[in-house]
């Protein structure tokens, strides 16, 4: 999980009159969708204008069956995490929400082209090659159509029926054989002579380096980027079970509030899930996840691991940093949500200078985890408060609640916030009635969609 930025503007000089303060998206994050919607725009561009003199239909098939290329091409490489890409979407599950709407598009970019599919049998010569890559065109397309559907729908609608992760995962694996018999197809189809060469380098550098990027993340990833780790002790508080992880050899660094994906192959966990690290960076390296049991994999923990269990564990991703925040900050945390702010509240020392109040909203006392550590952080540093919601108990947290509880005016602190997207919307509302909208807002996805 990573966050999503809004920002309102610093606070103004005292007696400068003020606008109403509504939050903007910061323009870093808006750099990643910008770049990859560039290069297929490109594409379709050169494509159209490259075969115009072959009539305005045979124009427009060679238009979006490159902008096809070149989608399918750069949902790869954002499958492959690069790091040094992910500032600019502003942390991986926008970038993988572009990823997700990339697959999309290419897919509806490949029907265009299959129904206004180019026919250049009059200008050029058949060939065996060129027939062979029409037919890897054809194949591709085809199995591309179904595994993205696949992705697509992984809920089905109406019916309530989930695809199980395994299965999404293993035919999400096959995208990248399928796009390089795409890349086939867009070297070898038969195609008029004479023409200008720069789509054809365009195209041919991303179809390249989108079946690399798939090469590393399926051959090359797995070897550099997980570390090993064992499971020093296990623990379960209602349907939360609690990890803590020693490292094996080479210790992991990170930033409170960043997350890992776990497995566990040895246990029969082998695909990769991500979980955000409970836990502040320890001298001995251990690292803690909370993992709340929401599907079959997170329930299934407490009866297959063990300690001294191998897992491993890759990251770490994320830039959910309070540090980049204001004096004054409120931290909003439903459920599970609370686990950044566990490891943000391990890390606070007697000097911080930042005021913070921290809301942990859950449905029952029992879900309440890591009140020590909070406990531990109010006793080390009086500038840290919290307070526990328990919406049986205490109703749901409103905006007027909030107000009145933190310590400071909650229009001149920062937001963060982690956990259901209805508590968020619910509380902004409220607080943007009451004239009370927070600074900036920042906030973490709570699952990749």
Not at 34 to 59: H, I, K, Q, S
Not at 255 to 277: C, D, K, N, W, Y
Not at 315 to 343: C, E, H, M, S
Request: aromatic residues 10%.
């Amino acid at each position: 999980m990573t966050d999503a930025v809004h920002r309102a503007g610093d606070v103004p000089a005292p007696g400068v009159p003020t606008l109403p303060r509504l939050p903007v998206i910061s323009p870093l994050p808006m750099m990643g969708p910008l770049l990859v919607a560039l290069p297929c725009l490109l594409a379709a561009l050169l494509g159209f204008n490259t075969y115009a003199p072959y009539g305005a239909d045979a124009a427009l098939g060679i238009a979006v069956g490159a902008a096809a290329v070149v989608a399918m091409a750069q949902t790869l490489i954002l499958a492959a995490r690069p790091p040094l890409v992910e500032p600019l979407f502003g942390g991986l599950d926008r970038m993988y929400r572009v990823h997700k709407w990339l697959g999309i598009s290419a897919i509806i970019l490949m029907i265009l082209h299959q129904q206004i599919e180019p026919d250049f049998e009059r200008t050029v010569r058949e060939t065996g090659l060129g027939e062979l890559g029409e037919e890897a065109g054809e194949l591709a397309f085809n199995a591309l159509l179904a595994l993205i559907a696949v992705s697509w729908f992984r809920r089905l609608p109406f019916i309530g029926l989930e695809i199980p992760y395994q299965i999404w995962r293993f035919s999400h694996r096959f995208m990248g054989a399928l796009f390089a018999m795409v890349v086939f197809h867009q070297f070898f189809v038969d195609m008029p002579t004479g023409v200008d060469s720069s789509l054809s380098v365009l195209l041919n550098t991303f179809g390249i380096a989108g079946v690399a990027a798939w090469f590393f993340t399926e051959l090359v990833a797995p070897r550099l980027r997980r570390r090993e780790f064992t499971v020093s002790e296990i623990s379960q508080t209602g349907d939360t079970t609690t990890l803590t992880l020693s490292p094996k050899g080479r210790a992991m660094r990170w930033r409170p509030g960043q997350f890992a994906f776990v497995r566990a192959p040895e246990a029969g966990l082998s695909e990769p899930h991500p979980f955000t690290i409970a836990s502040a960076p320890r001298p001995d390296g251990t690292l803690t996840f909370s993992i709340r049991g929401l599907g079959g994999w997170t329930r299934s923990l407490p009866a297959i691991l063990r300690t001294g269990t191998r897992v491993q564990v890759e990251g770490p991703y994320g830039r959910f940093n309070f540090r980049k925040g204001g004096a004054r900050q409120i931290w909003l945390a439903g459920g599970i949500g609370i686990t950044p702010f566990l490891a943000w509240a391990e890390s606070l020392t007697e000097a911080e200078r930042r005021d913070i109040h921290l809301v942990h909203c859950v449905r029952t006392q029992e879900e309440a985890i890591g009140v020590e550590t909070l406990r531990a952080a109010a006793a080390r540093n009086p500038r840290f408060s919290f307070e526990v919601v328990v919406s049986t108990r205490d109703g749901r947290l409103t905006a007027e609640r909030l107000i009145s509880a933190a310590p400071f005016a909650v229009k001149d602190a920062d937001l963060w916030f982690c956990g259901p997207t209805g508590l968020k919307d619910g509380l902004l509302k409220g607080l943007k009635a009451q004239d009370q909208m927070p600074r900036r807002v920042r906030f973490e996805q709570f699952e990749f969609a």
